[in-house]
Structure formats: C-alpha cells, structure tokens
C-alpha cells in the first residue's frame, strides 16, 4: 500500500474518500449524473428524464453537482434564454467508472441484498429489537 493509501487509513475523517461518499448522501446526485451520461440536456429534460424530483431538489443537485466539478452549466445567448447542464470529463469519469461498477455489482447482487434487508426486517420485528 502507499503512503498516501496508510495516511488515508490513519485519518479516515479527513480522507477524501469522504468527498466521493458525500455525493451519495444526497439521494438525487447519482440520479441526476447518470441521467446525464447521455448528453447535455435542459432542465426540463431531465425533470423528465429521472421523474418524481421536484425543481427545488434538481436545482441543488445542480449546484452541488456543480460546485464538486462534476456538471457544467452552459447558457446560449439566445432568446429565450436556454441552459444546459453537462457531465465534466471528471464526472463522465465517475460516470463511467465506479458508479457503473457499482450498477453491475448491484445487477449481480441485488437480489441477496434486498433477501439480506428483507430477513432482518423480519428478525427485528418478531424480537422488537432495532
């Protein structure tokens, strides 16, 4: 391991692991990047395109999508005024890369995980415990 990997391990809470893990605490971000991955869209198209997310919840995801250098927004001088956002070429990585590792390890073992959820729902509520 490098020294950079056992630094990292020494101080997990400054890691920058964190600033990946804190895209996924936020339900929306993924939803919104892989709604992307197919090109730059309108607002409107991607309200669409994901579904159920209110204006409110795409505009923040937007901006915090924005501020980790991961969408751009991108206004045509035009009449109407028209925006698009875009996947980064740093978001299209992280599109591309382990968000669809992720996707194909789910694909393969989702059904285990919801099986795991499901029997210790169970288990918690025939024994009351949390």
């Known amino acids: ?3 950079q990997g056992r630094h990292c391990e020494d101080l997990v809470a400054d890691c920058r692991i964190r600033a990946v893990t ?3 605490i936020h339900i929306w971000d993924p ?3 892989v709604a992307l ?3 730059p869209c309108r607002r409107r198209e991607l309200r669409v395109a994901i579904g159920g997310m209110s204006d409110k919840v795409l505009t923040e995801s937007l901006r915090r999508l924005g501020a980790y250098g991961l969408v751009a927004r991108r ?3 035009q009449a109407p005024p028209r925006v698009e956002y875009a996947l ?3 978001g299209q990585s992280l599109v591309d890369g382990p ?3 992720l996707g194909n390890w789910i694909t393969e073992h989702g059904e285990e995980l919801q099986d795991a959820q ?3 729902a169970e288990l918690q509520g025939r024994t009351g415990a949390d």
Do not use: I, Q, W
């Open 1 to 3: 391991m490098s020294d």
């Open 22 to 24: 804190d895209l996924f």
């Open 31 to 33: 939803v919104v990047l």
């Open 37 to 39: 991955r197919a090109g």
């Open 75 to 77: 206004a045509f001088a």
């Open 88 to 90: 980064t070429p740093l």
């Open 99 to 101: 968000m669809e590792a």
């Open 118 to 120: 499901d029997g210790s």
